[in-house]
Nanobody, 115 residues
Framework: QVQLVESGGGLGQPGGSLTLSCAAS????????MDWYRQVLGKQRELVAR???????FYSPSVKGRFTMSRENAKSTVYLQMNSLKPEDTAVYFC?????????WGRGTLVTVSS
C-alpha cells in the first residue's frame, strides 16, 4: 500500500520559516519525481516545487528564492523549507509522487501564515 504522509504544517509568522516533510512508503522512492502542490479553498491546486530522481529542482515563480525542496532517499522523504513566509502562502500543501504514469497524492497539511 502506497502512502505519502505530510507533516510540519501549522501557523507561521510573516517573514518566518516552516519546514514541511513528506514520508513515502510502498514505492521505490529514488526513481520517483516528487512534487509539492498547494491549494487554497475555492482555487485550483498549483505546483509549488519539484525534485526529480537526479535531484534537479523546479520552483514556481511565486516561491523561487524563498522555498527550497530537497530529498533524502535513505529516508524516502522529501522536504520543503519555506522561508520569508507571506500571508499568501497560506494553503493546504500536498505531496505528490510520479513515475511512468503512476501517481500518488498525500492527504495534505495546512499552512497558515498570519501574525
Amino acid at each position: 500500500q502506497v502512502q505519502l504522509v505530510e507533516s510540519g504544517g501549522g501557523l507561521g509568522q510573516p517573514g518566518g520559516s516552516l519546514t514541511l516533510s513528506c514520508a513515502a512508503s510502498g514505492i521505490t522512492f529514488p526513481i520517483y519525481t516528487m512534487d509539492w502542490y498547494r491549494q487554497v479553498l475555492g482555487k485550483q491546486r498549483e505546483l509549488v516545487a519539484r525534485i526529480t530522481s537526479d535531484h534537479s529542482t523546479f520552483y514556481s515563480p511565486s516561491v523561487k528564492g524563498r522555498f527550497t525542496m530537497s530529498r533524502e532517499n535513505a529516508k524516502s522523504t522529501v522536504y520543503l523549507q519555506m522561508n520569508s513566509l507571506k500571508p499568501e502562502d497560506t494553503a493546504v500543501y500536498f505531496c505528490y509522487a510520479e513515475y511512468g504514469g503512476l501517481e500518488y497524492w498525500g492527504r495534505g497539511t495546512l499552512v497558515t501564515v498570519s501574525s
